[in-house]
């Protein structure tokens, strides 16, 4: 391990569970303590669903049954000492910012003193950029960096903001994903072929509705095809109620979120992804990772900055079910663009690995 002068770093997330902000958090942790920094994370939420390195601040341990303003007032105050007392080097904050109010507190009182990176996970504005962005713009001016997980938030989000000292800086994989059995198939996919959507499930955001009526449309199901959709979230009832309604209900599986998932991911002939936005969708990544090929929606922001066209998956320009349906069919009739894909699908994200992820945040930390 590389010593690194000024090292101490604080990862500040809302929980270390839930969604893949909080995965990328988990993992960041891992990489940079590999590269030689004395990482904390201090967590908001007591939930923790995923692994990670360093020393835990869990804030979530102090909610009491009436979380009322005076306790939340309390818990900040021992954030703040615990802060000041270990004198952290860097402040790096990846919770969501929807609330100016609430960062003009972070900035003056929290974070006073301190050298802080602010990262944005979505390409939505009013969740990480405030319902006042020129405001909050200007708020971040004096933070060390404004870090983007894809080009698009960089150049068409923040710097549409007037936001300063921005860079992008991808989420990684752990290229060392468990190969060992210990996430074992679902019985009921021991025998199938399937595709698979795997998320949270908000279908506002992740538009499951649309990719149902698309496996309708494909009539991949009268080929034997599985849909296959794990996860849990608000929207999940509903949408098991909008399955059954479509004639290829039979073949629709419901499953809860697996961690990990690699296992059902491995097995599954493609992944698909058609959110309404998003960040940087680990979902593609971790697919590819594990030579499996996808199929994506061409949103902002993220989907573009990972699938090439007919060399590692499809990317659909509009978000038509018909047009969508299609791409899907295409997938599985045509065997020389599903080999082509899933040929090209690991080496295409080894820019996305833990490993050459880590030398971009090293090098920002030490100022090069």
Same mark, same amino acid.
């Given at each position: 391990?590389?010593?690194?002068?000024?090292?101490?770093?604080?990862?500040?997330?809302?929980?270390?569970?839930?969604?893949?902000?909080?995965?990328?958090?988990?993992?960041?942790?891992?990489?940079?303590?590999?590269?030689?920094?004395?990482?904390?994370?201090?967590?908001?939420?007591?939930?923790?669903?995923?692994?990670?390195?360093?020393?835990?601040?869990?804030?979530?341990?102090?909610?009491?049954? %009436?979380?009322?303003?005076?306790?939340?007032?309390?818990?900040?105050?021992?954030?703040?000492?615990?802060?000041?007392?270990?004198?952290?080097?860097?402040?790096?904050?990846?919770?969501?910012?929807?609330?100016?109010?609430?960062?003009?507190?972070?900035?003056?009182?929290?974070?006073?003193?301190?050298?802080?990176?602010?990262?944005?996970?979505?390409?939505?504005?009013?969740?990480?950029?405030?319902?006042?962005?020129?405001?909050?713009?200007?708020?971040?001016?004096?933070?060390?960096?404004?870090?983007?997980?894809?080009?698009?938030?960089?150049?068409?989000?923040?710097?549409?903001?007037?936001?300063?000292?921005?860079?992008?800086?991808?989420?990684?994989?752990?290229?060392?994903?468990?190969?060992?059995?210990?996430?074992?198939?679902?019985?009921?996919?021991?025998?199938?072929?399937?595709?698979?959507?795997?998320?949270?499930?908000?279908?506002?955001?992740?538009?499951?509705?649309?990719?149902?009526?698309?496996?309708?449309?494909?009539?991949?199901?009268? %080929?034997?095809?599985?849909?296959?959709?794990?996860?849990?979230?608000?929207?999940?009832?509903?949408?098991?109620?909008?399955?059954?309604?479509?004639?290829?209900?039979?073949?629709?599986?419901?499953?809860?979120?697996?961690?990990?998932?690699?296992?059902?991911?491995?097995?599954?002939?493609?992944?698909?992804?058609?959110?309404?936005?998003?960040?940087?969708?680990?979902?593609?990544?971790?697919?590819?990772?594990?030579?499996?090929?996808?199929?994506?929606?061409?949103?902002?922001?993220?989907?573009?900055?990972?699938?090439?066209?007919?060399?590692?998956?499809?990317?659909?320009?509009?978000?038509?079910?018909?047009?969508?349906?299609?791409?899907?069919?295409?997938?599985?009739?045509?065997?020389?663009?599903?080999?082509?894909?899933?040929?090209?699908?690991?080496?295409?994200?080894?820019?996305?690995?833990?490993?050459?992820?880590? %030398?971009?945040?090293?090098?920002?930390? %030490?100022?090069?």
């Amino acid at each position: 391990m590389n010593e690194v002068k000024n090292n101490k770093v604080c990862l500040v997330s809302i929980s270390l569970g839930k969604g893949g902000a909080e995965r990328s958090v988990s993992i960041q942790s891992r990489m940079l303590t590999l590269a030689g920094f004395d990482v904390t994370l201090a967590i908001l939420n007591d939930r923790i669903d995923y692994p990670f390195e360093g020393e835990l601040f869990n804030l979530g341990t102090l909610k009491k049954t %009436k979380d009322n303003w005076f306790a939340r007032l309390n818990r900040f105050r021992k954030f703040r000492r615990f802060l000041v007392q270990q004198r952290f080097n860097y402040i790096i904050d990846h919770r969501s910012k929807n609330d100016y109010y609430r960062e003009l507190f972070y900035k003056k009182f929290l974070y006073k003193d301190f050298q802080t990176i602010y990262v944005s996970h979505s390409s939505n504005v009013p969740l990480y950029l405030t319902q006042f962005p020129e405001k909050f713009s200007k708020l971040c001016r004096s933070n060390m960096a404004n870090v983007a997980v894809s080009h698009y938030i960089e150049s068409q989000v923040l710097k549409r903001y007037q936001f300063t000292d921005t860079v992008t800086i991808p989420n990684a994989f752990d290229e060392n994903w468990p190969d060992h059995g210990n996430s074992p198939l679902p019985e009921s996919l021991t025998t199938r072929k399937y595709i698979l959507w795997y998320g949270r499930m908000v279908d506002e955001i992740k538009d499951i509705t649309f990719l149902l009526n698309a496996f309708e449309a494909s009539r991949l199901w009268e %080929k034997g095809f599985d849909l296959v959709l794990m996860g849990e979230g608000p929207d999940k009832t509903s949408l098991q109620q909008k399955a059954l309604a479509l004639r290829s209900s039979e073949y629709i599986q419901f499953l809860p979120y697996t961690s990990p998932p690699d296992a059902i991911i491995r097995q599954a002939y493609f992944v698909v992804l058609c959110s309404v936005f998003e960040g940087f969708p680990m979902v593609l990544i971790e697919a590819l990772s594990l030579g499996v090929p996808v199929v994506s929606l061409d949103i902002v922001s993220g989907p573009s900055e990972v699938i090439k066209h007919g060399v590692n998956g499809m990317l659909i320009k509009e978000r038509n079910i018909e047009k969508f349906a299609k791409a899907l069919t295409e997938m599985w009739t045509n065997e020389n663009l599903y080999r082509t894909c899933r040929e090209n699908a690991k080496a295409s994200v080894q820019p996305f690995s833990m490993t050459e992820i880590a %030398k971009l945040w090293k090098n920002l930390l %030490k100022h090069e």
